[in-house]
């Protein structure tokens, strides 16, 4: 019965303090309806076919600093979340010793037998002890403790979601600055092979100037285009190293020499069709959303380690051990002893602190309640960007190609009709300009095409290879 009010004691520990939370109703409509048929998003592998791709995002995933940084957090939240635990936890201590001592006559009194050193002057004697003692331990009466290893259990599941969320990123950001790379190497490749054709043009229409069968003019035009082309030339030349620069940064990495051999940007293999789902799959898709989620429970729970901060702390400490003159006698039963000593500590006056953490943590919440909501309108703002581009960009690509045949359909006979002297060296050199600027053009909107479905994947939350919430 002694120890019945202990037992009590700590059969009270289930009182909480934290509020029940309720996460608010997204502050969007339903956008999008569910398609029939839905498939889950694939793997990013499947998602981007071009084996140069998929070598530069594997590199990307060991050598991206943010990545690493971004994992290092989840690992140091997660020891957090240990070191709280702990704090809800007796610790128990055992502590052996040995002590050796002089007292004088004086203060040890005379007449007492200690040790065979004693003398006149004084005695000399030593002590063995051994005992195990429990730490200062707070009894979580009102859930002061339970609430704190809630709130940092919900922020590491946040920096879980933190780490998936910048993996995507850069996924993402990798894909990107490749196309980016592979446009400007290929628009470069496209202003070298222009050049080539129109100082080969030139050299003709300065032979056609000596023999007297072309104007001044013709050569004036024939000359400007190559200038501009060599103009171009040094633009395309810049843009490929700018984007190459990029393209190293976004991996993390130098850009390793024994790469496959790149796909050309029209025949990219990628899924440019994906399907949005409903509302609910992307607010349990998207590590972004789930991220603020967790931040809100993780605040939630400060609200009640800051309410439970208003009520009496009860601590305990306690130790049991054995003290002896002599080693061979220490464990003897005579020799046990024990100490407990339970205390209370009730906040009285602490100059308005306790109110003000109480109110911070509630703003706190509320700021992390509009986060959340500002998270999902995001979410849903993406993913009807990327349905709209998914709609629109297929058939722009298509009509560019027929601009690109057409062009080079007319610039081939204004060829044949300039060589036969049916029509005007302007003529033809209009011509070719207009190819030249519809086969760029394609590329653009094929290097858009690209980056849109790519951006709709991660708005759908993509695939980071099963990383789910740890349980």
């Known amino acids: 019965m002694r120890h019945l009010p202990l037992t009590l004691l700590l059969a009270t520990t289930a009182c909480s303090m934290t509020p029940r939370l309720t996460l608010p109703t997204p502050p969007v409509a339903e956008a999008y309806p569910a398609p029939s048929g839905i498939e889950a998003l694939p793997e990013w592998r499947g998602m981007f076919g071009d084996p140069r791709l998929q070598s530069l995002i594997a590199l990307s995933l060991d050598a991206n600093r943010d990545l690493r940084i971004a994992a290092l957090n989840a690992e140091a939240a997660r020891a957090q979340v240990r070191v709280q635990r702990a704090q809800s936890l007796p610790g128990l201590n055992v502590d052996g010793g040995y002590t050796r001592q002089r007292q004088p006559s004086s203060v040890a009194g005379a007449g007492v037998g200690l040790s065979p050193g004693g003398g006149a002057t004084g005695f000399e004697f030593g002590q063995f002890s051994a005992q ?39 996924i993402g950001a990798v894909a990107d600055a490749y196309w980016n790379e592979r446009l400007a190497d290929e628009q470069l490749g496209l202003t070298r092979s222009t050049l080539a054709d129109w100082r080969a043009a030139l050299d003709i229409t300065r032979l056609r100037r000596q023999a007297g069968q072309a104007s001044g003019a013709d050569l004036a035009q024939a000359e400007g285009l190559v200038r501009q082309a060599q103009a171009d030339l040094a633009q395309r030349e810049r843009e490929l190293a700018q984007a190459t ?26 899924r440019t069709a994906l399907a949005a789902g409903t509302p609910s799959d992307l607010l349990t898709r998207r590590p972004d959303i789930a991220q603020a989620e967790q931040e809100l429970r993780a605040a939630n729970a400060d609200i009640g380690a800051a309410r439970a901060a208003f009520f009496p702390r009860v601590s305990l400490t306690a130790a049991f051990g054995f003290a002896s003159l002599a080693l061979d006698s220490l464990f003897k039963g005579a020799n046990r002893s024990w100490s407990y000593s339970p205390t209370i500590s009730l906040p009285i006056f602490r100059g308005g602190e306790l109110r003000g953490n109480l109110d911070l943590a509630r703003l706190r919440t509320s700021t992390a309640v509009a986060t959340y909501e500002k998270a999902i309108q995001t979410g849903f703002r993406e993913v009807a960007d990327g349905l709209a581009a998914q709609a629109t960009y297929g058939r722009q690509m298509t009509e560019q190609r027929a601009v690109v045949t057409q062009a080079e359909r007319r610039a081939t006979l204004t060829d044949l009709a300039y060589r036969a002297g049916q029509t005007s060296r302007l003529e033809l050199l209009d011509a070719q300009r207009a190819t030249y600027a519809a086969r760029q053009t394609a590329l653009i909107v094929r290097r858009d ?23």
């Open 449 to 471: 095409q690209l980056t849109a479905a790519a951006a709709l994947y991660r708005a759908l939350g993509g695939d980071t290879e099963a990383q789910g919430t740890p349980q």
């Open 132 to 170: 195990a003692a429990l730490t200062s331990f707070e009894i979580d009466l009102f859930g002061r403790l339970r609430a704190m290893n809630e709130a940092a259990f919900h922020r590491w599941l946040a920096s879980v979601e933190a780490r998936r969320a910048v993996r995507l990123a850069v």
């Open 245 to 270: 620069n990029a393209l190293t940064l976004a991996v993390g990495a130098s850009l390793p020499s024994d790469l496959l051999p790149p796909t050309p940007l029209m025949e990219q293999p990628i």
